[in-house]
């Protein structure tokens, strides 16, 4: 069982930055894959990033050159610094975390209640 709790969302501005950080719970945090989501209203969640348990990272195209995703896995910690935020970029975000590395959100076993994050002037 593993519990997630993401913090660092808020209001940014075009262009602006923030890191997003998620905290797990359990002794077999380095045996997941680590992923993030997004949502917006009316809409399925999207994939945004992963890390794999191998050390392996990917990214949606949308957000690719933008954001990074790392892991810290002595701290039980997983991080999206999100740079040159665009108005799309509004939205909830998840974090998750399951066995397989994959961009469906079906393949995530825990996650998340969410973070808000509002790109806006």
């Known amino acids: 069982q593993v519990q997630l709790v993401e913090s660092g969302g808020g209001l940014v501005q075009p262009g602006g930055s923030v890191r997003l950080s998620c905290a797990a719970s359990?002794?077999?945090?380095?045996?997941?894959?680590m992923a993030w989501f997004r949502q917006t209203p009316g809409k399925e969640r999207e994939f945004v990033a992963c890390?794999?348990?191998?050390?392996?990272?990917g990214y949606a195209d949308s957000v690719l050159g933008r954001f990074t995703i790392s892991r810290d896995n002595a701290k039980n910690m997983v991080y999206l610094q999100m740079n040159n935020l665009k108005l799309e970029d509004t939205a909830v975000y998840y974090c998750?975390?399951?066995?397989?590395?994959?961009?469906?959100?079906?393949?995530?076993?825990?996650w998340g209640q969410g973070t808000q994050v509002t790109v806006s002037s």
């Open positions: 998750a975390a399951g066995f397989v590395g994959a961009r469906e959100p079906r393949s995530y076993d825990y």
């Open positions: 359990g002794r077999t945090f380095s045996s997941y894959t």
């Open positions: 890390f794999t348990w191998r050390g392996n990272t």
